[in-house]
Nanobody
Framework: QVQVVESGGGLVQAGGSLRLSCAAS????????MGWFRQAPGEEREFVAA????????AYSDSVKGRFTISRDNLKNTVYLQMNSLKPEDTAVYYC?????????????????WGQGTQVTVSS
């Protein structure tokens, strides 16, 4: 089992950047695929990005591809989401999630372990 805690959210102007961090507990972090999701007010939670065990495999939603970058540091048990060229429509609560399924086909989910979320607000 793993616990994840997000940090790094905040208020930023359109065109700006933020980096979210997700710290995971446990000694088996390398066995977990990690993902970022977001949920805007009145909307369903949506997939943003995911990364495989070694960091060699990644996936992105079309809405963030080319602007966001997911990475992980297995020595620090941490996964990051670098968000550049932010837009007002990126405003949402961002959640970190994890699962331990083997195949990279599960990058998009389902995810079993979730953090509490961190708010990202992009002003126009």
């Amino acid at each position: 089992q793993v616990q994840v805690v997000e940090s790094g959210g905040g208020l930023v102007q359109a065109g700006g950047s933020l980096r979210l961090s997700c710290a995971a507990s446990g000694r088996t972090f390398t066995r977990y695929m990690m993902g970022w999701f977001r949920q805007a007010p009145g909307e369903e939670r949506e997939f943003v990005a995911a990364i495989g065990w070694t960091g060699d495999t990644t996936a992105y939603s079309d809405s963030v591809k080319g602007r966001f970058t997911i990475s992980r540091d297995n020595l620090k048990n941490t996964v990051y989401l670098q968000m550049n060229s932010l837009k007002p429509e990126d405003t949402a609560v961002y959640y970190c999630a994890a699962h331990s399924r083997l195949s990279s086909s599960y990058l998009w989910g389902p995810y079993d372990y979730w953090g509490q979320g961190t708010q990202v607000t992009v002003s126009s």
